[in-house]
C-alpha cells in the first residue's frame, strides 16, 4: 500500500506562483508513474501533468504546458508541481496519484493510489 499526502495548497494571488508537494509512505514510489490531477466543483477530477518513474518523461495537460513544472526525488519518495502564472480557473482541489502503469497515463482511473487533495484558490 502507497499513502500519499499532498501539501502547498492555499491562496494566490493571479499571477502568482505555488508549490505543491505529495510525500509518499508505505512503499517506494520510485517504480511507479505519477500523476497530478484537479477537480474544481462541478466539474470532473482532470489531469495535469505526469511523470515517469525516473522523471525522464513528462506529460503536462494543454491549460498546464508552460507554466506548470513535475518532478520527483525517489531518494526523498516525493513528486512536487510548480505552477507559475496561477489564473483563477486553476483554482481546484489538486490531487497527487501513482499508477503501476508502464508509460504516463492521463487516465484517472488507471491510478491506484490517491492522496486527500490539497485545496488551490487563485484569486483574481
Known amino acids: 500500500q502507497v499513502q500519499l499526502v499532498e501539501s502547498g495548497g492555499g491562496l494566490v494571488q493571479a499571477g502568482g506562483s505555488a508549490r505543491l508537494s505529495c510525500a509518499a509512505t508505505?512503499?517506494?514510489?520510485?517504480?511507479?508513474?505519477m500523476g497530478w490531477f484537479r477537480q474544481a466543483p462541478g466539474k470532473e477530477r482532470e489531469f495535469v501533468a505526469g511523470?515517469?518513474?525516473?522523471?525522464?518523461?513528462?506529460i503536462y495537460a494543454d491549460s498546464a504546458k508552460g507554466r506548470f513544472a513535475i518532478s520527483r526525488d525517489n531518494a526523498k519518495n516525493t513528486v512536487d508541481l510548480e505552477m507559475n502564472s496561477l489564473k483563477p480557473e486553476d483554482t481546484a482541489v489538486y490531487f497527487c496519484?501513482?499508477?503501476?502503469?508502464?508509460?504516463?497515463?492521463?487516465?484517472?482511473?488507471?491510478?491506484?493510489?490517491w492522496g486527500q487533495g490539497t485545496q488551490v484558490t487563485v484569486s483574481s
Open positions: 496519484a501513482a499508477s503501476r502503469v508502464l508509460r504516463i497515463t492521463t487516465r484517472p482511473n488507471e491510478y491506484s493510489y
Open positions: 508505505g512503499r517506494t514510489i520510485s517504480n511507479y508513474v
Open positions: 511523470i515517469n518513474w525516473n522523471g525522464g518523461s513528462k
